[in-house]
């Protein structure tokens, strides 16, 4: 077993505020978890302005965090504590910190915010707790409209407070920087051999969603898709003129403030919206406390408007000024900022680096976030491209997204293109880098692809006529991409069936050589380890052949993935002790397996628990080198795997990933239709990484 961290915990400090520390955090712990160690989060001083509020940077921290802990076991003193009396508030922050430690391997301290006035007062505290917490400080700096020199004389000003108190500085992060300038900030801050990195600046993880515009406001929605309301207003107009100079001025994103008795405008605005060559509003606030006259709001009725149109009681000045300083957190709810913080960490932040600087090792267990970043990082180090059928589904945008933001894969998403870019642009998706494609209207590929599904089925009976029709089919149309060698793997199911995903596949993509049996596995990952259960989605019941090809098929999928495969073909009978015709099926596939794959450690009939119990198997199979340590669980029948993973996920609280589809010459993949974007996004992942595998 690897021993535990050389160091138990990291400080994020900044010597000022809006230094993006919060990012900088965020991006660590989702490092730091992806290590396999019990990662909690400490905050000496949340940021709380109000009687029983509580601190929504901690909140999101602890929801990224793998140690079992509740809010109000992380938080240390308050700042009327701390002004009162900083002695006494110094030895409660120490106290409550080590009875956070003692159940963590490794935890991230978030320094304080300053809510207050900000003074080197403050940092020299934040100093303090570090040292007396036993922790080095990562040392984040504001880069916004610095120099590189002025960045480095920033943090050498902050280096200095930090020796004065006796704490180390581990690292530094720039933040919020000229794109241009980084690699000049990077060069100037490690001059004197300290680790450091910049980040560039994102206006998106400061600008508000327009439901913190709404809440800041204290506005209601009248029109328009509540889920929008999570979309952030990249700026904010104010509509005083007329309705065609308003049109003139509106950007992307943009939250336009316009008085609520003009009608005229606001009828501008919403079709505007809706206008394909017109840029994609966050929102309409409609100041001065007014509503539409009846007529007007039934005419906005018949228009179905699905950007928000909020009303607020300020006028105009003061409505435009509330919203123009209302800045946006990177809050739980802030779906989109977390992707684009833990996309600039990722991208400007190299991971190895930073854990060997906070001397954090790999244990000896894979976690199910370990697993998950895994998966993430492997897809990314070869992209490949991949296939989305149902680019009429919010889920697939948002996936898409967010697998574009992270370098995940390139991707085309089939669908009506002005459609699919107008809905991922109210959903504040960016999906520039995409590809989109409608399956009706491409005629060059429509016609090769009916040319060349015609030749595969003509045995069939399959006219050419007919293949024009099929081909237009979404899945049909993907899994034609695919075959053809203009894309590496395909991802459906989200709003499909299984059948009406897959069966293409078997028409035209077809089994590997020496598999004739298509099925899956599910990556169950545990709180310690990642096994694979196949087959839980595609064969009802197996014959003894079909078994063997599952076991075989499931062994190299599972070795895709990082998996040592294992194989335990289960039945409800150990080794010789049984007997009837399904545990001879059992038995018969694994003598079947040993003959086609000799090298391959497979061990049948043998029950789960004997399987992956080190006692149980003591006693049953004490020789067997599966039995107690398998891997890859093969289960006899579709009722029997498909109960079976669903009680693990549920009971042990397990995460399924899956299922994957394996046998196929190219890796297509069924999502549930109940899938959530977390999904979709580890879908295309391992579909990726198949097709890396297969040298697609």
């Not at 809706?274 to 039934?298: K, V």
């Not at 335990?568 to 079947?592: I, N, Q």
């Not at 394996?662 to 990726?688: F, H, K, M, Y």
């Amino acid at each position: 077993m690897v021993a535990r961290p050389k160091t138990s915990s990291i400080y994020i400090a900044s010597s000022e505020g809006d230094t993006g520390k919060s990012t900088i955090a965020l991006g660590a712990m989702n490092l730091l978890t992806s290590t396999g160690w019990n990662i909690g989060v400490f905050r000496p001083i949340p940021r709380v302005t109000q009687p029983g509020q509580r601190d929504y940077i901690l909140e999101l921290l602890l929801e990224q965090a793998t140690a079992e802990l509740e809010y109000d076991e992380c938080v240390g003193v308050t700042y009327e504590q701390v002004h009162a009396d900083p002695e006494a508030a110094l030895a409660d922050i120490v106290t409550r910190f080590h009875a956070v430690e003692d159940e963590c391997d490794f935890v991230l301290v978030l320094g304080s915010d300053y809510t207050d006035v900000t003074t080197p007062t403050e940092f020299a505290f934040n100093a303090r707790i570090a040292v007396n917490l036993g922790s080095s400080i990562l040392l984040a700096v504001k880069a916004l409209g610095r120099t590189p020199e002025q960045v480095r004389a920033v943090a050498e000003t902050a280096m200095t407070e930090i020796r004065h108190n006796h704490a180390h500085t581990a690292a530094i992060v720039a933040n919020r920087c000229d794109p241009e300038q980084i690699p000049a900030v990077v060069a100037a801050l490690r001059a004197e051999g300290r680790p450091a990195w910049a980040l560039p600046e994102e206006p998106i993880l400061v600008a508000p969603m327009m439901s913190e515009l709404m809440d800041a406001l204290g506005g209601r929605l009248l029109w328009g898709d509540e889920e929008l309301l999570s979309r952030e207003a990249m700026s904010v107009l104010v509509g005083g003129m007329t309705a065609e100079h308003i049109l003139e001025r509106l950007t992307e994103g943009v939250a336009v403030v316009a008085p609520g008795d003009r009608s005229d405008v606001l009828l501008a605005l919403v079709n505007s919206h809706r206008a394909t060559n017109f840029p994609s509003l966050a929102g309409i606030l409609l100041n001065g406390g007014y509503t539409p006259h009846p007529m007007i709001g039934a005419l906005v009725d018949g228009l179905e408007p699905t950007v928000p149109i909020v009303t607020v009681p300020q006028g105009t000045y003061d409505a435009a000024r509330i919203a123009a300083e209302t800045r946006g957190r990177v809050g739980p709810a802030s779906v989109r900022k977390i992707d684009v913080a833990l996309a600039l960490v990722e991208k400007y932040i190299d991971p190895d680096e930073l854990l060997e600087t906070l001397q954090v090792s790999n244990p000896d267990v894979v976690t199910p976030q370990m697993f998950e970043y895994q998966l993430i990082a492997r897809a990314r180090s070869q992209r490949k491209h991949i296939v989305l059928p149902e680019g009429d589904d919010d889920r697939i945008l948002r996936a898409a997204g967010r697998l574009l933001r992270r370098d995940v894969a390139d991707l085309t998403i089939l669908g009506q293109e002005s459609r699919v870019r107008a809905r991922a642009a109210e959903l504040g998706v960016e999906l520039e880098a995409a590809t989109v494609v409608d399956p009706r209207r491409a005629a060059d590929l429509i016609e090769r692809f009916a040319q060349a599904y015609y030749e595969l089925r003509k045995h069939k009976g399959m006219t050419l006529e007919r293949a024009h029709e099929t081909v237009q089919d979404v899945s049909y149309f993907g899994t034609m991409m695919v075959h053809l060698g203009l894309a590496d793997g395909m991802v459906s199911g989200a709003a499909h069936t299984t059948a009406h995903t897959i069966r293409p596949s078997f028409e035209i993509i077809k089994t590997k050589p020496g598999v004739s049996t298509v099925s899956s596995i599910f990556l169950m990952c545990l709180s310690d380890k990642v096994l694979a259960y196949g087959d839980c989605a595609v064969v009802p019941d197996p014959t003894a052949t079909q078994l063997a090809d599952i076991a075989i098929s499931s062994a190299e999928t599972a070795a895709q993935f990082g998996i040592d495969p294992r194989v335990a073909l289960l039945s409800y009978s150990t080794g010789e002790s049984g007997t009837g015709v399904d545990v001879d099926k059992v038995r018969e596939a694994t003598r079947l397996v040993h003959q086609r794959a000799p090298e391959l450690l497979a061990e049948g009939p043998i029950q789960y628990d004997a399987a992956v119990d080190p006692a149980v198997a003591a006693a049953k199979m004490p020789d067997s080198p599966v039995a107690g340590q398998a891997t890859v669980l093969v289960f006899p029948d579709l009722n029997t795997g498909n109960n079976t993973y669903k009680a693990v996920q549920r009971s042990a609280g397990a995460v399924a990933i899956g299922p994957v589809l394996q046998g196929l010459n190219a890796p297509i993949n069924d999502l549930s239709r109940g899938a959530l974007v977390e999904d979709i996004v580890n879908t295309v992942a391992i579909t990726a990484i198949q097709a890396q595998a297969m040298g697609a």
